[in-house]
């Protein structure tokens, strides 16, 4: 078991570029979540699916895109990238039985310069 | 959603007891009191949750108030990889499971001294 995975680990952009965060799990889980997190601060939700094909927003969600093909995927695209998304990435995910316990990725440092 | 105050740091020697704070004043009924923690460079970790009664587990207890308004986390002998960013986070729960999102504020920071 591996649990949740993300690629890459680093990763420099320039301004208006575009990429995709990668994030699997392997615990056939439902509820897969983004979060970001900058220097000093708590993680914030960006975007969240609750099964394959079901996607919503989260609270900081604009400049993001998401998708859930797959029960074990869940991408995030960064349309243009803008020095204000430089931050740290986190995947999360967790089962719907009661044990509530989110389960996160290593996550993805990213700086757009 | 329900809101959560911790105390920005705290510090502790190493094999001494630790009780970390959390205030949660609005508390709804169906909120369950969830503490993670993130050791420096890692993702959060989920240490334990609760509703209302104290619980134990082999990473920490957690003693809620009766009111609810409050919580403690409780590391029995902190050793020196138990510093980091704790966070107590209330959960929502809607036909008998959570939507899954947890909001973080900023945690307290933990110090722990050999």
């Known amino acids: 078991n591996a649990g949740v995975t993300q690629t890459p680990k680093f990763q420099v952009l320039k301004t208006g570029q575009s990429m995709t965060l990668q994030c699997a799990q392997d615990?056939?889980?439902?509820?897969m979540s983004w979060y970001r997190q900058d220097p000093g601060m708590g993680l914030r939700l960006i975007h969240y699916?609750?099964?394959?094909?079901?996607?919503d927003q989260g609270e900081v969600p604009n400049g993001y895109n998401v998708s859930r093909s797959t029960t074990e995927d869940f991408p995030l695209r960064l349309l243009s990238a803008a020095p204000s998304q430089t931050s740290v990435y986190f995947c999360?995910?967790?089962?719907?039985?009661?044990?509530?316990?989110?389960?996160f990725g290593p996550g993805t440092r990213l700086t757009v310069l | 959603d329900a809101k959560t105050t911790q105390p920005n740091s705290m510090e502790s020697n190493e094999e001494e007891p630790v009780h970390l704070p959390c205030n949660h004043s609005?508390?709804?009924?169906?909120?369950?009191i969830h503490w993670y923690r993130q050791l420096p460079s890692q993702g959060p970790e989920y240490v334990i949750h609760?509703?209302?009664s104290n619980v134990n587990n082999r990473m920490a207890s957690l003693a809620i108030a009766e009111d609810r308004k409050s919580s403690t986390l409780i590391l029995h002998r902190a050793t020196l990889r138990d510093a980091a960013v704790y966070y107590c986070?209330?959960?929502?729960?809607?036909?008998?499971?959570?939507?899954?999102?947890?909001?973080f504020g900023r945690g307290t920071q933990l110090t722990v001294w050999p």
């Open positions: 615990m056939n889980h439902e509820y």
């Open positions: 609005t508390i709804s009924g169906t909120d369950y």
């Open positions: 986070i209330l959960r929502y729960v809607f036909r008998g499971s959570t939507l899954g999102r947890l909001y």
């Open positions: 609760g509703l209302t």
């Open positions: 999360a995910s967790k089962g719907t039985g009661g044990t509530d316990t989110q389960y």
């Open positions: 699916s609750v099964g394959a094909g079901i996607t």
